[in-house]
């Protein structure tokens, strides 16, 4: 699947997208921002806070128990201020 | 009535004036024309500009989910929203809404349950570059405008 | 803060875009523009026009009280009232508010008052003067602006 | 005192204003609305609902019970129906 990070979480990381294949076990939106952590110094600092973290799958917005099984794109980004 | 909002995200300012005359030119049986626009502060002369980030096609998805959901609440005539993205100088727009309906009451509602929705739900982030020293910092999210959701 | 309100009674049309540019080009410190265009229906074909009949002298003098009222309500940075009298053609603005503030509540808010504000309390009286006879009868004053009012 | 008349109380009456000299027992709005019908069949049907009939006072509203000593210009309408 392809991820994206927005505003903050995409400067703490370091980069827009990538292609990820999270492992079996990691089912939710929840699960996945705690394996990211797991993937370095970037990612953990990105997700520190990681319930403050919004979660879009496939370009809609979604809970931290949303099911990430199917999804083609998962974006995670702060709070948005827009408008 | 099926109504087809117009919707917009866009890097170049837009123009209030033109977006109401393509609303309501031409029409009569529109009573009443709200506009919300939403301006580019210098907070005092501290801000240089706003660079505003956004989700490309996840931007206009949610502006028009917000929009077919206020169609759905209010008999509107019509309706438009553009949000713009990148670098906005004070004084400049950043958003606009526009309804259009028989009597006040549904133009002003549906405007400001639009606004309140874009301002938490649509996938836009704003950095203030700092007119002193070209510092950036990304701006928080106000608690009033979580706050506001829930009157809806 | 001492902001003067712009009120205008007159028969010609108003630009709209001409009045938010008056309230708002040039400053760097207003983050929310609201307007509210009043126009001329045509009641599905029935109405020729409307002939707005008003008291001259005190139109204004209301229509300048409530904006002072409204000023020290908000926290408002510009505010524009304009109200049309004599024959209005269908499609054609009737009445115009712009409110200017930092945060968009209080422009909303505050457009909502003085629309409230002015269909109960602004001495001007609409004629229809319909289409195929020719005829012509007083508008009803709408039970609903009177309860408009007790929100505020 | 001038007495202006405005809509449909102007179109009954047959005229937009007059000089008027009420009589000293004409204290309030409501009296001169009184006073006004018995001037005649015009006046009668004018403001033969009378209480739906708004009134001001040198250019402010005013209730039927305002005095109007002291009055400059007195005026009687329908509801307002603007904005």
Not at chain 1, 21 to 34: E, L, N, S
Not at chain 2, 106 to 112: N, V
């Amino acid at each position: 699947m392809k991820a994206l990070y927005f505003a903050w979480v995409r400067e703490r990381i370091g980069r827009a997208e990538e292609e990820l294949a999270p492992p079996p076990d990691v089912a939710t939106v929840g699960d996945m921002i705690t394996w990211l952590k797991t993937r370095g110094e970037e990612y953990a600092y990105a997700f520190e806070n990681g319930r403050t973290i919004r979660a879009a799958i496939d370009r809609i917005h979604v809970k931290h128990d949303a099911p990430i099984s199917g999804a083609r794109e998962v974006a995670f980004f702060p709070p948005m201020t827009g408008g | 009535m099926a109504v087809a909002p117009t919707i917009r995200v866009q890097s170049e300012p837009f123009d209030t004036a033109t977006e109401i005359a393509a609303l309501a030119t031409g029409r009569t049986d529109i009573g009443a024309v709200v506009t919300f626009t939403g301006l580019c502060r210098d907070e005092g002369g501290r801000l240089a500009r706003l660079d505003l980030e956004h989700y490309p096609g996840m931007a206009e998805a949610e502006m028009g989910r917000v929009a077919d959901e206020a169609l759905q609440r209010w008999p509107l005539f019509g309706l438009t929203v553009i949000h713009r993205y990148g670098p906005i100088r004070p004084g400049e727009p950043i958003v606009l809404v526009v309804t259009a309906s028989l009597h006040r009451t549904a133009a002003f509602d549906a405007a400001e349950f639009l606004m309140d929705y874009l301002k938490s739900a649509a996938p836009f982030w704003k950095k203030e570059v700092l007119a002193e020293s070209s510092e950036a910092g990304w701006v928080d999210a106000r608690h009033e405008d979580q706050q506001a959701l829930a009157r809806w």
